[in-house]
């Protein structure tokens, strides 16, 4: 996304094209951007041909899943639904992992008839559950267990995982607890530790630092794993004062802990697959001075894009059409919405804003639509795949009459 000609472009389409054409809000993607996602993640660790399943979580739109699978990516996925979206994308068994602390008898029924390559387990609860689906049906089932390593991940506390206040996964002497039960089952075999330690990582040393405490518990048990799931939580830079998570370092800590360890690498990513290949695009409707500050109130809210009610997130928010005009007064982004929090961003600078001037809200491909809801009863916007000149329509507007 760039500006051509004071006017802000995806690929080689003007925004205010799309929103001519389709109406606003709209979710537009950029199909290059993935692709230059998808080779750098895949080059950065190109040494160790890791498994990468893609975390369906961060967007359940099923024409991009089933872009990101021509790339030979799997899934991870969280739910039921996630599951059958991902073998609906055409994505084989196994490459599928499933993660979540809470999974259900019947999902886990599902998971075990569809063959899949690991049910990452987050509980021993769980696993005897797991154990006795599997004797159920005469099966013996891989299976992975969640170590929570107990390392902070130095990200927003709302999206850290891996602490050992976080509901996720086990702790150590569980994790021993399990191995022993697990040696005793002839239904599961337990293949693979996994960790995932929160989203948005921007710092490679809470990686370091997990790879060393995951290393301390291989060299302390003699169980033999097959795989180690390092999990997502890769970072991407939603301003500019972020810096850049150095994949280098990242992948230097995980050639070390291979050299001591046998084992194949799975990465679950989402964010940082798709996160910056979406733009929100929104209308303003109404501007209103409140005396110290101007409203402006769009068409998107807060049931489209969740994030900044829901964590305090922040997303660059860029002008459709650029001008010179300087706007007297900060600006507060804001939807329709009958809450407080529905709003996106307050901003000190910005230019001189009209009613019906389009907004480009930045970064919102992973965790935007797929966290929209019907809140209000507002039908959900369409979503639209760029490549190049070529414009595609990968999940319609909702109508009124779908939710109604
Ligand atoms: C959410 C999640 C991911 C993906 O996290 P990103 O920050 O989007 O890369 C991966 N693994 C598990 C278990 C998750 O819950």
Redesign the pocket.
Known sequence: MRYLKNKLIIENIPISNIAKKFGTPSYCYSFNKLKQNINFFKKSFKSFSPLICF?I??NTNINIIKEIKKFGFGA?V?SMGELMMALKAGIIPRKIVF?GVGKTTSEISYAIDKKILLI?AESLSEIKEINRIAKSKNKRIKIGV?LNPNTDAKTLSQIS?GKKENKFGVNKNTLYEIINYCKNSKNIDLKCL?V?IG??ILDHKPYEKMLKAVSQILNKTNHKFEFIDL????GITYTDKNKKLNYKKYNTAILKFLRKHKVKIIF?????IIGDTGTLVSKIIYIKDSGSKKFIILDAAMNDLMRPALYGAFHKTLPVTKSNKISKKPYEFVGPICESTDKFVTLKKFQALKEKDLIAICDVG??GMSLSSNYNLRPKPVEILINGSKIKVIRKRQKHEDII
């Open positions: 975390a979580k961060s991870d969280v993660s990452n969640r995982t996994s995932h989203s948005q999990g997502g939580g890769m679950e990513p989402g964010r940082s992973a965790y």
